[in-house]
C-alpha cells in the first residue's frame, strides 16, 4: 500500500509539470491564432511555475508573444521586455533550435519597432524621446550581432544619422558627435546636414583638423550646397587663416567676373575681416594689412555697382565702408588734447572726416531711394534699412541740414 501511494505522488508531480509545459505550448497555440491576451496569461502562469520559470523554451515564447504585442500595439516597452526575454532564453540555453531558425528575424522586428519609434519621436520634435529610442533600437542590434548567431542586424546608416542628429538637439554632445561622425564613415549622403552639424560639432570641441576635413568632405559630398564654401571661408576667418581665405575668395571672384552677388559678397566678407567684430558686436583690434583690405573692398564693392547700380544693399555697404572710416578718424580727432584741437594734424583728421563723409552720402541716399522703392521689406532688409538712416540722420546732423533730418526721423518712426 505504501509503495502504491509513493508511486501515485511520482504520477502527480510529473502530471503537474507536464500541465506546465502545456501552458507554454497553449501559449502558442494562442499566438498562432492571435488571441494575444490568452497567450500571455498563459505564458505568465508557466513562469510562474518552479517546473517551467527556468526553461528556456517558456522565455522564448514570452519573447514570441511579447514580440506580437509590441508589434500590433507598435509599443516600445512591450519590445523591451520582449528583448528581455529572449535575452533571458538565449542565456539559458544559447543553442536553443527555435532561437537559432528564427531568432535574427524576431530581433529585427523589435529593432524595427523600437526604430519607428524613433523616428515618430523625431518627427515630433521630442528630441530626448527619439535618442533613447533609437539608442535602444541600437542596443538591440549590438547585442544580436555579438551573439554569433545565424545572420545579423545590418547597419542602418540613415538612423546612425538620426540618432546623432536627435542627440544634438537633446544636448547629448559627445554622442552626438560619436553617432554623426560613424554616419559620415558610413558615407551617408541622404543628408548634408550631416557634415554641416558634424563640422559645428567639431568647431565646438575646438578640434581644428577634423572641422576643417568635414566641411571639405561635405563639399565633396555635396558639390552643390553652397553651404561649404561659405563653411569653409568662416573656418579660414575664425582660425585666422586670413591668407587662405583670401586666396579662396578672390578665386571664387575670378571664377565669376560677371557674378554681382559673387562680388558683393567677397567685398562684404573683406570688409569684415578689416573690421573684426566679436560675438557682442564690439569691434576687435584692425588687422595689420588694415588699408590694404579696405582698399580690396572698396574696389570690389564698386565692380558689384558695375554690375547692378540700383542693389541698395552694395550702395549701403560701400556708403557704411566710407562712414565707418570717417567714424574712425572722428575718434582719433575726439582723442586728441585741447591744445592740439587747433594743430595741422587735428585739421588733416577733420578734412578726412569731411571728406569721407560726403564721399559715402551719395551711397546711402542711392540705398534710401532703392530701398523704398522695394516696398515691402524682409527682416533683413529692414535692418539693414534702418542702418542707412541712422547714417544718413548723422551726416545730415552734422550738415545742419535740419529739414532732411526730420524727413529721415518719420522714415525710421515708420520702421518701427
Known amino acids: 500500500m505504501k509503495k502504491l501511494l509513493v508511486s501515485f505522488l511520482f504520477c502527480s508531480v510529473g502530471f503537474a509539470a507536464v500541465a506546465q509545459r502545456g501552458k507554454v505550448n497553449s501559449a502558442e497555440e494562442a499566438l498562432k491564432s492571435q488571441d494575444l491576451a490568452k497567450a500571455k496569461a498563459d505564458i505568465d502562469e508557466a513562469l510562474q511555475n ?24 507598435k509599443s516600445v516597452a512591450e519590445a523591451s521586455e520582449a528583448f528581455e526575454a529572449y535575452k533571458t532564453a538565449l542565456d539559458k540555453n544559447a543553442k536553443l533550435p527555435e532561437a537559432l531558425l528564427e531568432m535574427q528575424n524576431r530581433m529585427f522586428n523589435l529593432y524595427a519597432t523600437v526604430g519607428n519609434a524613433g523616428y515618430g519621436n523625431l518627427n515630433d520634435q521630442k528630441w530626448d524621446s527619439a535618442y533613447t529610442n533609437f539608442k535602444k533600437a541600437f542596443d538591440i542590434a549590438e547585442y544580436y550581432n555579438g551573439k554569433g548567431l545565424t545572420g545579423s542586424i545590418p547597419t542602418d546608416t540613415s538612423m546612425t544619422f538620426y540618432i546623432g542628429y536627435a542627440a544634438q538637439q537633446a544636448g547629448q554632445k559627445e554622442d552626438a558627435l560619436k553617432y554623426l561622425q560613424k554616419a559620415a564613415d558610413l558615407q551617408f549622403k541622404g543628408e548634408p546636414a550631416l557634415y554641416v552639424l558634424l563640422a559645428q560639432a567639431y568647431e565646438e570641441k575646438g578640434d581644428q583638423a577634423n572641422w576643417l576635413k568635414t566641411i571639405e568632405d561635405g563639399k565633396k559630398a555635396f558639390p552643390k550646397d553652397k553651404r ?7 573656418y579660414y576667418s575664425k582660425t585666422g587663416k586670413t591668407a587662405e581665405l583670401i586666396s579662396m575668395l578672390e578665386k571664387k571672384v575670378q571664377e565669376n567676373p560677371n557674378d554681382f552677388q559673387t562680388q558683393l559678397d567677397y567685398a562684404i566678407r573683406v570688409d569684415n575681416m578689416a573690421n573684426p567684430r566679436d560675438e557682442k558686436g564690439e569691434d576687435q583690434p584692425k588687422p595689420a594689412n588694415y588699408d590694404e583690405l579696405m582698399n580690396k573692398a572698396e574696389a570690389a564693392y564698386k565692380k558689384a555697382l558695375e554690375l547692378n547700380a540700383a542693389d541698395p544693399t552694395a550702395n549701403f555697404q560701400l556708403g557704411a565702408l566710407f562712414f565707418n572710416r570717417a567714424v574712425g578718424f572722428n575718434k582719433e580727432l575726439n582723442g586728441l588734447s585741447s591744445k592740439e584741437q587747433s594743430s ?10 569731411e571728406e569721407l563723409m560726403n564721399t559715402a552720402l551719395p551711397y546711402f541716399e542711392k540705398a534710401d531711394a532703392s530701398f523704398t522703392a522695394k516696398g515691402n521689406l524682409d527682416q533683413g532688409d529692414k535692418q539693414t534699412y534702418e542702418s542707412c538712416l541712422y547714417a544718413l540722420q548723422k551726416i545730415y546732423a552734422i550738415k545742419n541740414q535740419t529739414a532732411k533730418v526730420e524727413e529721415v526721423k518719420k522714415k525710421l518712426d515708420g520702421l518701427k
Not at 57 to 67: P, S
Not at 344 to 353: D, G, I, T
Request: proline share 2%; net charge positive.
Open 50 to 73: 518552479e517546473k517551467t520559470k527556468d526553461d528556456a523554451k517558456t522565455w522564448y515564447v514570452k519573447g514570441k508573444v511579447m514580440e506580437a504585442m509590441a508589434t500590433k500595439d
Open 228 to 234: 561649404f564654401n561659405d563653411m569653409e571661408m568662416i
Open 344 to 353: 595741422p594734424k587735428a585739421k588733416e583728421l577733420q578734412a578726412k572726416v
